[in-house]
Structure formats: structure tokens, C-alpha cells
């Protein structure tokens, strides 16, 4: 049997590791064997949040970028895979995503799919129906292919420094809520429900056990894959709503819920109208009936006064 030499080489800088492979047939045995190289880790760089929490029965979003020093290429050009870290991706159990769905392992098909263009060097990854065994550690890898049948060439690129790690949550987070001091009845209120998650493609749905109406719903982007979604609820509190208790629930991705309540405390505006329009009416009709008394009274003793001149009194 002829026996083939092979030299491959394993080039580490900074925080990457680049393995370039071509495959040589041998021409008696037909097998295969892979030759590898080194090229300059400097060409690719990749940006991925170390650690994110993820929520079981949730979904949760890594963000992920990468660059050439190439500019963009097409897509029809490149190959994306997300992996264990320490496991070649040759092998379909060690991959939790492949472009090539044949080559996933079986527990992550259906749950994993990248949301970026690789044109656009966007690798993020998202993960649906977590599950507690989903913690990682993942690399992102990329390979050039052929544009022809998508066959690899010897150019690859595996960031095994550039990892995520899953921190694994089996509970969800309880919302903030954020109130005034206290409200006054009869003037504008607003109390914000607030809550952290790593899933900005299934937001958590905020409900309050109140009004409907007047509620604005925001997503905004904290920092490194962490979102925060908030509802703000704006209402005139009446002076029934004192002590009235107010409740804000999440649920996640329609499954695992959790809430926060506050007790709302209403200043009363005092009413003296019990005591102003009895009043009111008392003036008023004083007035009504006393000002004809007095002319009429006047008019009396002025016929009185001549009468008693015409009898010479």
C-alpha cells in the first residue's frame, strides 16, 4: 500500500486559530487524506459575546460578527457552522448548526438557524426551545466554498478563541416596575413595567391585570445580546383606585411566566361642594325673594307717609 505523507501545521495568533485544508486522493486505495496549512490568522477576525444567559423553554439570540480582509464575499461563496469547541466540525454530532442541515446534530435540528447574510459578515445564532443540556461551549466557523455544487475549498476559518458559553436559567425574571411617589387623584399617572431577556426574536409579552388602554410597548437593546422589553401603563387614578393592587406578568415565548405587583396609593383632593352649593343656593335665593321684599316694603311705608300727609297728620 502506498502511503502518503502529510504535513499540516496549526497556527495560532491572538485569539483565533486558522486551519486551511485540501484533500489529495490516493491513486491505488481511492481513500482520502486531508493536507492542512497555516495562512495568517490577521485576514479574519470575529466579534462574539463571550457568555449569555439563556432561558430553557425560551429561545435566546448570540450575537456574532466576523470580517475579511477581503471585504464582503458572497454568500454563494461561503459556508457557516456553529460547533463545540474542541470538536471537529467534520463530524455531524458536533455541530449544533451546518449551511448543510444534514450535518446537525440531531437534538439541535429545527432549533438553531442563523439570522445575519454571511455577505454581510453577520453570524449570530439563534437557539429555540432551550433545553438545561444547550450550554455550550459554541465556535462559529466558516469555510470558502465553490460557487459550482457548494463544494469546500481548502480555505476555512474556525474562531475557537472567540467562544460562547450558555449560562443556563431555569426560572425567569421577574419584572421592575417603576411608580412616582404616590399618585394624585384626578391627574395624569404612569407606572413602567420593565424586563430583561436574551431573546429579541420572541420578546416577552407584558399584560396588566388593569386597563387596556394607554399602554406603549418598547424594545431597546441594553448591551452584548441582553434586551430589555418595557410597557408603560398611563392612567387618571380616581379616588376608588387607592389600595388598589397592580400586577405586571411576562411570559416567554408563550411558556414560563413570572410577575410583579405594587399597591397604589391615591392622595385625595378634598371636595367642599357639600358645603359651596348649599350656599350658592342659600345667596341665591335670599337674593330672589328678599330684593322684591325690600322694594315692596319701600313702596308700603312711602304709601303710608301720604296718606297720613292728606289727613293732615
Same mark, same amino acid.
Given at each position: 500500500?502506498?502511503?502518503?505523507?502529510?504535513?499540516?501545521?496549526?497556527?495560532?495568533?491572538?485569539?483565533?486559530?486558522?486551519?486551511?485544508?485540501?484533500?489529495?486522493?490516493?491513486?491505488?486505495?481511492?481513500?482520502?487524506?486531508?493536507?492542512?496549512?497555516?495562512?495568517?490568522?490577521?485576514?479574519?477576525?470575529?466579534?462574539?459575546?463571550?457568555?449569555?444567559?439563556?432561558?430553557?423553554?425560551?429561545?435566546?439570540?448570540?450575537?456574532?460578527?466576523?470580517?475579511?480582509?477581503?471585504?464582503?464575499?458572497?454568500?454563494?461563496?461561503?459556508?457557516?457552522?456553529?460547533?463545540?469547541?474542541?470538536?471537529?466540525?467534520?463530524?455531524?454530532?458536533? #455541530?449544533?448548526?451546518?449551511?448543510?442541515? $444534514?450535518?446537525?446534530? @440531531?437534538?439541535?435540528? &429545527?432549533?438553531?438557524?442563523?439570522?445575519? +447574510? *454571511?455577505?454581510? #459578515?453577520?453570524?449570530?445564532?439563534?437557539? $429555540?426551545?432551550?433545553? @438545561?443540556?444547550?450550554? &455550550?461551549?459554541?465556535?462559529?466557523?466558516? +469555510? *470558502?466554498?465553490?460557487?459550482?455544487?457548494?463544494?469546500?475549498?481548502?480555505?476555512?476559518?474556525?474562531?475557537?478563541?472567540?467562544?460562547?458559553?450558555?449560562?443556563?436559567?431555569?426560572?425567569?425574571?421577574?419584572?421592575?416596575?417603576?411608580?412616582?411617589?404616590?399618585?394624585?387623584?384626578?391627574?395624569?399617572?404612569?407606572?413602567?413595567?420593565?424586563?430583561?431577556?436574551?431573546?429579541?426574536?420572541?420578546?416577552?409579552?407584558?399584560?396588566?391585570?388593569?386597563?387596556?388602554?394607554?399602554?406603549?410597548?418598547?424594545?431597546?437593546?441594553?448591551?452584548?445580546?441582553?434586551?430589555?422589553?418595557?410597557?408603560?401603563?398611563?392612567?387618571?387614578?380616581?379616588?376608588?383606585?387607592?389600595?388598589?393592587?397592580?400586577?405586571?406578568?411576562?411570559?416567554?415565548?408563550?411558556?414560563?411566566?413570572?410577575?410583579?405587583?405594587?399597591?397604589?396609593?391615591?392622595?385625595?383632593?378634598?371636595?367642599?361642594?357639600?358645603?359651596?352649593?348649599?350656599?350658592?343656593?342659600?345667596?341665591?335665593?335670599?337674593?330672589?325673594?328678599?330684593?322684591?321684599?325690600?322694594?315692596?316694603?319701600?313702596?308700603?311705608?312711602?304709601?303710608?307717609?301720604?296718606?297720613?300727609?292728606?289727613?293732615?297728620?
Amino acid at each position: 500500500m502506498n502511503k502518503l505523507k502529510s504535513s499540516g501545521k496549526l497556527e495560532r495568533v491572538g485569539h483565533s486559530v486558522k486551519v486551511f485544508c485540501s484533500h489529495k486522493q490516493l491513486s491505488q486505495t481511492g481513500a482520502k487524506a486531508a493536507i492542512c496549512s497555516s495562512v495568517s490568522s490577521d485576514e479574519w477576525k470575529a466579534t462574539v459575546v463571550k457568555s449569555i444567559d439563556a432561558l430553557v423553554t425560551s429561545c435566546v439570540v448570540v450575537p456574532c460578527s466576523f470580517s475579511h480582509t477581503g471585504g464582503n464575499l458572497p454568500s454563494s461563496r461561503l459556508r457557516a457552522m456553529w460547533h463545540y469547541k474542541g470538536k471537529t466540525p467534520d463530524s455531524k454530532g458536533n #455541530n449544533i448548526f451546518h449551511s448543510d442541515a $444534514t450535518l446537525i446534530k @440531531d437534538n439541535f435540528k &429545527g432549533r438553531t438557524k442563523m439570522l445575519g +447574510e *454571511l455577505s454581510h #459578515n453577520n453570524c449570530t445564532l439563534e437557539i $429555540t426551545d432551550v433545553r @438545561d443540556h444547550d450550554n &455550550g461551549p459554541f465556535c462559529f466557523r466558516v +469555510e *470558502l466554498v465553490k460557487s459550482e455544487g457548494n463544494e469546500p475549498t481548502k480555505d476555512m476559518f474556525s474562531f475557537v478563541e472567540d467562544c460562547v458559553e450558555l449560562n443556563m436559567i431555569t426560572e425567569p425574571a421577574e419584572p421592575t416596575l417603576i411608580q412616582p411617589m404616590a399618585a394624585t387623584q384626578g391627574e395624569p399617572y404612569t407606572v413602567i413595567c420593565s424586563v430583561m431577556h436574551t431573546c429579541p426574536t420572541h420578546v416577552p409579552t407584558l399584560t396588566w391585570n388593569w386597563k387596556t388602554e394607554g399602554i406603549i410597548v418598547y424594545h431597546r437593546l441594553i448591551h452584548s445580546g441582553n434586551w430589555e422589553t418595557q410597557s408603560i401603563l398611563k392612567f387618571i387614578p380616581e379616588e376608588k383606585d387607592d389600595n388598589r393592587e397592580l400586577t405586571c406578568t411576562a411570559a416567554f415565548n408563550e411558556k414560563k411566566t413570572s410577575s410583579s405587583k405594587l399597591t397604589l396609593s391615591v392622595k385625595h383632593i378634598e371636595n367642599y361642594n357639600h358645603i359651596i352649593i348649599p350656599a350658592v343656593v342659600g345667596i341665591g335665593t335670599a337674593l330672589l325673594f328678599g330684593i322684591p321684599c325690600i322694594f315692596m316694603a319701600k313702596k308700603y311705608k312711602n304709601r303710608i307717609a301720604e296718606l297720613q300727609n292728606q289727613e293732615g297728620f
